[in-house]
């Protein structure tokens, strides 16, 4: 039922205008927020230590770690089972020690879990002393 005569409705209309400034603000976004994907991909370069050797006379206990995940303590090699028994082995190389310096000598191409299985059988093993091997760089 048409009250009006002679005025014709008016057709919806979609106003792109707004749309197409929502969109080139989206867009405008996503070239900022890409620009800094490159930093994502941090270069870490590990820094070169150079230190004095200690003067204490406490033996230490040297536990290597290699590339493919053999330990060795005092240059004895202990197969890997878990770190309770590797925590074992530490209180047995400690023999009569109550608190040993344990160094860790873990290859560069070595698993950081590696290392962290180390660090937790010597907190297993009571041992809070631990140091690292590191190489200087030439000169």
């Given at each position: 039922?048409?009250?009006?005569?002679?005025?014709?409705?008016?057709?919806?209309?979609?106003?792109?205008?707004?749309?197409?400034d929502?969109?080139?603000?989206?867009?405008?976004?996503?070239?900022v927020?890409?620009s800094?994907?490159?930093f994502?991909?941090?270069?870490?370069?590990?820094?070169?230590?150079?230190?004095?050797a200690?003067?204490?006379?406490?033996?230490?206990?040297?536990v290597?770690v290699?590339?493919?995940?053999?330990?060795?303590?005092?240059?004895?090699?202990?197969?890997?089972?878990g770190?309770?028994?590797l925590?074992?082995?530490?209180?047995?190389?400690?023999a009569?020690?109550?608190?040993?310096?344990?160094?860790i000598?873990?290859?560069?191409?070595?698993?950081?879990?590696?290392?962290?299985?180390?660090?937790?059988?010597?907190?297993?093993?009571?041992?809070?002393r631990?140091?690292?091997?590191?190489?200087?760089?030439?000169?």
């Amino acid at each position: 039922m048409n009250f009006q005569r002679g005025h014709s409705r008016e057709e919806p209309e979609i106003n792109l205008i707004a749309l197409i400034d929502v969109l080139l603000v989206i867009l405008i976004f996503l070239m900022v927020t890409t620009s800094y994907a490159k930093f994502s991909e941090l270069q870490v370069n590990l820094p070169q230590a150079g230190g004095e050797a200690s003067t204490a006379k406490t033996k230490a206990i040297n536990v290597s770690v290699d590339a493919s995940e053999h330990y060795a303590i005092n240059n004895q090699g202990v197969s890997y089972t878990g770190v309770e028994p590797l925590a074992a082995a530490l209180k047995n190389a400690a023999a009569d020690q109550t608190d040993p310096i344990i160094v860790i000598n873990a290859d560069a191409k070595a698993p950081h879990q590696s290392v962290i299985n180390v660090m937790e059988a010597a907190r297993q093993a009571g041992y809070g002393r631990i140091t690292f091997t590191t190489q200087s760089q030439p000169k």
